[in-house]
DNA sequence: TCAATTGTTGACATAAATGTTTACAGTTGA
DNA sequence: TCAACTGTAAACATTTATGTCAACAATTGA
C-alpha cells in the first residue's frame, strides 16, 4: 500500500475518530444519533450498525449520510473534518 | 420532499460547485483532475464522468472520492466544505 | 439479581456509487 | 477547415454502502 492510501485510510479513521467525539460531546448514544438523522430526513434510515462502521472507519460514507450527521449533530459540514494528519 | 430534504440536496448542489470553483483556480480540466487522483492512489481508477456527476449533484460522492478530491487539488478536506447555505 | 442500554460484529439483501464505453455538441487552436 | 479538447450523458456491469436482523459482551441502574 503506498503512502498516500495509507494516508486515505488515515482520513478515514481520523474522520469517524472526530464524529464520535462531536456525538459524545453532544451526550448521544450512536442509537440515538441515529434517530435523530432519521427524524430530519423522513427517507432516511440510518442504523445504529452504520455509525458504529462509520466512527470505526469500516466504510466509506456517503456524501447524504455526512450531511445528516452534521444536521443531527448541528455542526457546519466542515467542522466534520477539522482534523489533519500532522496532530494527531 | 420536506426543508430538510431540500437542505440536503442544497448542500450536494453546493459541494459540488464548490468543488468545480476548486477544480478551476487550479486550472485543471475534469479529466486533468481524474488524472491527478488516479496518479494518488494505484487503487483508484476514478473517471471524468464521475467527476461531472459529483460536479453536477448527480451522485453521492463516497469519502475515499473526497479524500482523493482534496489530496489531488492540494487543499485541506475541510476546504472542500467551506460553503454555506446562507450566502449562496 | 436482572432487565435495559450500549457498542460491535456477522450474514445477507438491496440500493446506489463508480467503472467503462460510446456518443455528441461546443469550443479552441493550429 | 479540422483535429483535439471539454463537459455531459446514456447504458450497462461491478463494487460497495447501507438496511435489516440477530447475536454477543460489557455496563448501568433499579
Known sequence: MSINEKKINSYKMLFGDNLKKLRESKGLSQFEL????ND??????????????????RT????????KLALALEVELNELFSFNLENS
Not at 34 to 37: E, G, I, K, L, V
Not at 40 to 57: L, P, V, Y
Not at 60 to 67: A, G, R
Open 60 to 67: 466509506n460514507v456517503t456524501l447524504s449520510t455526512i450531511i
Open 40 to 57: 430530519i430526513a423522513s427517507n432516511s434510515k440510518i442504523d445504529k450498525t452504520t455509525i458504529s462502521r462509520i466512527e470505526n472507519g
Open 34 to 37: 441515529a434517530s435523530t438523522m
